[in-house]
């Protein structure tokens, strides 16, 4: 079970160190004035949408802004969250992987039934989705891993107190 653990953390510890860097300078063009990014990457998330015809980036459907501000507020904290109790081996990081995996499994069915139902995205643009679905997926499994004995926590468990005889 240990080298089940040990490589499905490095696989998500490379997606939580994605997200925490791409999250905030390039998602986050969405929903925030332009004026916060320097051009370089304005320009860089143009030529994505160009190259992949993306075309939420584009348009900026209500939900689409909506899952934006999900993945800002709440799941790119949790990424940062999850790349420390991965490399602290922390024994709550069951919990956070399993919420953050659940959350972004959720959104990925909002913009995936988007993408396949409008028939306006291309299969170019759909395969650059499906991976987060992906490491959704395995996030949820990690957080439904049991720990190993080695990383088992004593949190919340009290040592035994020896009681004083009675005379």
């Not at 956070?96 to 659940?102: A, E, K, M, P, W």
Request: hydrophobic share 55%.
């Amino acid at each position: 079970m240990g080298v089940l653990h040990k490589l499905l953390d490095a696989v998500l510890f490379l997606f939580f160190l994605i997200i925490a860097v791409a999250a905030p300078l390039i998602d986050a063009q969405t929903c925030l004035p332009l004026e916060f990014f320097p051009d370089f990457l304005v320009d860089l998330k143009q030529w994505y949408s160009r190259e992949y015809g993306d075309y939420l980036f584009v348009e900026k459907p209500a939900f689409f802004i909506g899952i934006v501000w999900l993945e800002l507020l709440f799941q790119w904290p949790l990424s940062l969250i999850n790349l420390y109790g991965i490399f602290a081996q922390a024994p709550w990081f069951n919990i956070t992987c399993l919420i953050y995996g659940v959350s972004v499994f959720t959104s990925m069915i909002a913009i995936l039934a988007e993408l396949i139902g409008s028939g306006k995205a291309s299969d170019k643009l759909v395969m650059v989705y499906f991976p987060f679905m992906g490491f959704a997926i395995l996030a949820i499994l990690r957080g439904l891993l049991p720990n190993s004995s080695k990383t088992h926590s004593s949190y919340g468990k009290r040592t035994p107190v020896p009681r004083k005889k009675r005379v």
